[in-house]
Nanobody, 127 residues
Framework: QVQLVESGGGLVQAGGSLRLSCAAS????????MGWFRQAPGKERTFVAT????????YYTDSVKGRFIISRDNAKNTVYLQMNSLKPEDTAVYYC????????????????????WGQGTQVTVSS
């Protein structure tokens, strides 16, 4: 079992920054890949970014490349999403997720690869 708790969401003006955190507990954090997803009102949940268990591999959806950075601190059992140059279209509920069945060192781009999810944190970007 893995428990995930997100924090750091809020209201920010366009062009601003936010850093989301996701604290994990329950299993050895350094053994599985992590990801961030988001769901805008009336839309499906979509992939944002993923990071491998050791942190050496990352991947981003095209719309956030160059603006968002995913990182992890395995000593603190926490994954982060640094969001810069925020746009109104980034407004969504952001979820972190754990992919415990992905091979060691791998990354996961599909929601189907993730077996544990946090409760989500709201990010609102005003224009």
């Amino acid at each position: 079992q893995v428990q995930l708790v997100e924090s750091g969401g809020g209201l920010v003006q366009a062009g601003g920054s936010l850093r989301l955190s996701c604290a994990a507990s329950g299993r050895t954090f350094s053994s599985y890949a992590m990801g961030w997803f988001r769901q805008a009102p009336g839309k499906e949940r979509t992939f944002v970014a993923t990071i491998s268990s050791g942190g050496s591999r990352t991947y981003y959806t095209d719309s956030v490349k160059g603006r968002f950075i995913i990182s992890r601190d395995n000593a603190k059992n926490t994954v982060y999403l640094q969001m810069n140059s925020l746009k109104p279209e980034d407004t969504a509920v952001y979820y972190c997720a754990a992919a415990t069945k992905v091979v060691a060192g791998g990354i996961a781009l599909s929601a189907f690869q993730y077996d544990y999810w946090g409760q989500g944190t709201q990010v609102t970007v005003s224009s």
